[in-house]
């Protein structure tokens, strides 16, 4: 007996890394891997209606082939959505990582005090929930209730509207780059103190200033989190949804296909149409899935260049 214990003793415990694995598993096959093949079969489906609709049988779910993503890529409303987008998010990724970049910086330097407050106060923006975050800027952004346009009437300057045209993009740019530049900042800034202070005191018997050191050894040992944090960004922009879904009720520059993510949802809910819905789901998570990919890979071969100098 005590030999047979001692033989599948070794086996036991190769194999409790795998049990403790076994709830991550079946969570993400249940929440996470299921919903998206049950879109993607959706999505080859379409409902077909004879006569007025009506009565049993009338509606039927039938085999649609790629007729959904064919009509999915010629829709315009849904190219115009990422048009929008993609504008969007030439504003709001440079601004946000650079400010969390800079932010870091300075938290990081040694003439700066108050570093723990000063670093809460930052990232405090990030732990208020998008749409809390959006109806407080909506409510700013508001001519007729905000403070700002009372200050700048009681002032004489012009009151410009941020809720209409151009300058749309700008506000709902705005209230990304307030709300995701704390939590870039801290991956930035764990990272800077992760650099070893033997490096600083070397560069300081250089004769390099603080500016050089931030430039030339702080900078380019960072670029891991730089990289990292502009992988989550591009992700967060390709799926922008909250912000201009609640200010669209205070202005009407804001459609309801405002962004790809609006249009799929419209056409889910909206129009009752969830297998052209599937369809384009499916598109933007395929898109963010090889610009991912692909900004990864260009990223991995980067560092290996600089590795093998």
């Known amino acids: 007996m005590t030999s047979t214990t001692a033989r599948r003793r070794p086996y036991g415990v190769k ?30 489906r379409k409902v077909e209606v004879s006569g007025l609709g009506l ?100 002032l004489g300057l012009p009151q410009p509207d941020l809720l209409d045209g151009g300058p749309l993009y700008l506000a709902l740019a705005n209230i990304a780059v307030w709300g995701g530049t704390g939590f870039n900042m801290i991956v930035i800034y764990t990272s800077l103190r992760a650099i070893p202070a033997e490096v600083y005191e070397a560069a300081k018997l250089d004769g390099a200033s603080p500016l050089q050191i931030a430039l030339r050894i702080k900078i380019p040992m960072v670029v891991p989190s730089l990289v990292l944090t502009f992988f989550f960004s591009i992700i967060a922009t390709l799926q922008v949804f909250n912000e201009p879904t609640t200010l ?41 899935l090889v610009l991912s990919f692909g900004f990864l890979r260009a990223a991995n071969r980067r560092n290996k260049q600089e590795a093998a100098r």
Not at 18 to 24: M, R
Not at 63 to 88: C, F, I, K, P
Not at 263 to 283: E, L, N, R, T
Request: contains cysteine; charged residues 10%; aromatic residues 14%.
């Open 248 to 288: 669209k009720p205070l202005t009407n520059s804001v459609s309801t296909t405002w962004s790809p993510l609006m249009k799929v949802y419209q056409d889910a809910f909206g129009k009752g149409d969830i297998h052209a819905a599937a369809a384009q789901a499916a598109i933007i998570a395929l898109v963010t």
């Open 55 to 154: 009565g049993a049988g009338a509606r039927e779910e039938v085999w649609a082939g790629l007729q959904n993503y064919t009509d999915a890529l010629t829709d315009g409303e849904l190219l115009d959505g990422a048009l929008r987008v993609l504008g969007y998010g030439c504003v709001v990724v440079p601004v946000m990582l650079g400010l969390a970049l800079l932010f870091a910086l300075m938290l990081d330097s040694e003439k700066v005090r108050f570093t723990p407050v000063t670093r809460l106060a930052i990232f405090l923006p990030y732990a208020i929930p998008g749409v809390v975050a959006a109806l407080l800027w909506g409510f700013l952004y508001l001519p007729d209730v905000s403070p700002f346009y009372f200050v700048l009437d009681r």
């Open 15 to 44: 194999g409790a890394p795998y049990a403790f694995l076994i709830p991550a598993i079946a969570l993400f096959l249940l929440f996470f891997a299921l919903p998206i093949g049950y879109a993607v079969h959706l999505s080859f």
